[in-house]
């Protein structure tokens, strides 16, 4: 067959770089990249140890969520592909090897196995989680991968968190009902929403609090609508915010359109245009309709206060 085309990054430099000669390969969909994946690049460091300096570790992954072109309604992301490679690079990998599912998704295990891992990415050994699936239909198991790869391959038992199995889908649930805290602790890190700052109807502005606007991108996990208390990145700075996610019914027309809002606290200056990274801690309350522009400007000086005393 063709050579598929595979787009390997090195985390060191950021930048595209040739496939190793030897490599470990994590596989996944690292959606989250949660302590369950994390255990899987633990493996990985470990067996490269027994194998020698001349064996680099890493990922093999796709740009987008597999379930984006198998199911009507694909399910939530929990981080971008940036935002992943980020991760991945903290976690200690030294390079991604990124796909495209849809190159991929007709092939049998046995010729993904043995033309795209063995040939292709030259992999020496394999570490995966025990639900990992891979070929045509998700025919291929992990007990299947070590005898068609030719490689020997790690099989990593479920990461449990209050006595389940941390997973991607438990993250999304935690998300979606505002357990913002909760996700936190599955994901070993404050669930994140980062990108620019885009100018909105500076409705805030005219409230007295003006606030940063941004949008989740498409297919990405929004938190229940409501007001959270905030920890918020910028310009090299933390300061506390109040973020309000939804669609502002007491101000404008309500729309299906979700932003999220945030009011950060003891900053001056203006956002627009900027990087703003958004952590959410707690939920502070739902998302509401309020009587007049009075008792909201209220609710809001009540929410920042609240925001303010909140300690993880």
Request: proline share 8%.
């Given at each position: 067959m063709q050579p598929v085309k595979l787009t390997c990054i090195s985390l060191l430099t950021g930048k595209e770089m040739p496939i190793p000669y030897k490599t470990i390969?994590?596989?996944?969909?690292?959606?989250?990249?949660h302590p369950g994946h994390l255990a899987l690049i633990r493996e990985s460091i470990r067996i490269r140890k027994t194998l020698g300096t001349d064996v680099l570790c890493g990922a093999f992954c796709f740009w987008e969520h597999s379930s984006d072109l198998l199911f009507q309604r694909p399910v939530e992301h929990l981080n971008s592909a940036e935002e992943r490679t980020e991760?991945?690079?903290k976690a200690g990998l030294e390079f991604v090897i990124y796909a495209d599912f849809a190159d991929l998704r007709a092939l049998s295990p046995e010729v993904f196995a043995k033309e795209i891992l063995a040939n292709q990415c030259h992999c020496t050994a394999a570490v995966c989680g025990f639900n990992y699936r891979f070929g045509k239909g998700a025919a291929g198991t992990a007990e299947d991968l070590s005898r068609l790869l030719?490689?020997?391959v790690s099989v990593c038992p479920a990461v449990e968190i209050d006595g389940a199995p941390v997973s991607s889908t438990r993250i999304r649930t935690a998300i979606r009902e505002g357990k913002v805290s909760e996700a936190a602790r599955l994901l070993g890190r404050p669930f994140t929403l980062k990108g620019p700052v885009k100018h909105g109807k500076e409705l805030g502005r005219k409230l007295g609090f003006p606030t940063a606007n941004q949008e989740f991108s498409p297919f990405a996990a929004v938190p229940r609508h409501g007001v959270y208390a905030t920890d918020c990145f910028l310009d090299g700075k933390w300061y506390r915010g109040v973020s309000n996610v939804g669609n502002h019914p007491t101000?404008?027309?309500?729309?299906?359109?979700?932003n999220c809002e945030?009011?950060?606290l003891d900053y001056e200056g203006d956002l627009y245009g900027k990087t703003l990274t958004v952590e959410f801690l707690q939920f502070l309350r739902p998302e509401k309709t309020f009587e007049s522009i009075e008792t909201l400007k209220k609710q809001i000086a009540l929410d920042a206060e609240q925001a303010s005393k909140f300690t993880e």
């Open positions: 390969l994590c596989l996944g969909n690292f959606d989250g990249v991760l991945f690079a030719g490689a020997p101000v404008d027309v309500p729309s299906t359109a979700v945030t009011y950060l």
